[in-house]
């Protein structure tokens, strides 16, 4: 399994926009990277998921670079509500591999 | 009604007891899993199911066990609850197939205390 390194923690003020990396550097040929947001005491929703290059939709982007080893999740204009935690996940959706370690996350603060 | 429901939202037990958390879903995917987190920390996966006759360890698999009764319901046990089993627990599905993005659905989870 492909595991992940995040930033423990993040603080950003309101408006900005906010970038979280995650190292996968074992990542597979036929590993996916997705994220997952997560507000207290509630699971964790998907947010956004992709195989190289970049992916936007109305709530993120993400981009990944050539070698896949990492990927970044960009969060445009984050309001007080971005405040939450954010993890990375690498695997195979087929295999179900995507889905076994979410990691510890990154914590996000939005400052007023 | 939530597509994933897990019972009960709350449950204070002592030391030694038997302890079923349920979990269904109406989502009608095959694959199931049951996760733990612990505050500020992470989710740790205990249990996963493909489908009703596929059973699978995580992460943190000791002190439990699990049950598929059918595609839609999957159970955690815990045979004699410890404290350190005190948890949130939560219950997740997720679709797979050609285009599909695996992605998981969260039950709104069990908050369990051991005393």
């Known amino acids: 399994l492909a595991k992940t390194t995040q930033p423990i923690s993040m603080d950003s003020y309101e408006g900005q926009e906010v970038n979280i990396t995650c190292s996968h550097n074992n990542i597979a040929t036929n590993d996916y990277i997705t994220w997952y947001q997560q507000f207290p005491s509630q699971g964790p929703r998907f947010i956004i998921q992709?195989?190289?290059t970049k992916v936007t939709n109305e709530v993120a982007s993400l981009f990944i670079p050539a070698d896949r080893k990492s990927s970044t999740l960009s969060l445009p204009r984050v309001s007080l509500s971005d405040t939450a935690v954010y993890y990375c996940l690498v695997g195979d959706p087929q295999t179900g591999a995507n889905n076994l370690f979410f990691g510890t996350g990154t914590r996000l603060t939005v400052i007023p | 009604d939530a597509d994933v429901t897990q019972t009960p939202r709350n449950r204070i037990t002592k030391t030694g007891k038997r302890i079923m958390l349920e979990c269904s879903q109406t989502k009608g995917h095959d694959r199931m899993y049951w996760y733990r987190q612990d505050p500020g920390l992470g989710l740790r996966l205990i249990y996963y199911s493909f489908d009703v006759k596929d059973i699978n360890k995580g992460e943190i698999s000791d002190g439990y066990s699990v049950s598929r009764q059918a595609q839609a319901k999957f159970s955690l046990s815990l045979e004699s609850a410890i404290p350190n089993q005190t948890a949130l627990y939560f219950c997740?599905?997720?679709?797979f197939g050609a285009g599909a993005t695996g992605e998981l659905f969260f039950g709104e989870g069990s908050r369990l205390t051991v005393l």
């Open positions: 997740a599905t997720s679709d």
């Open positions: 992709g195989y190289k």
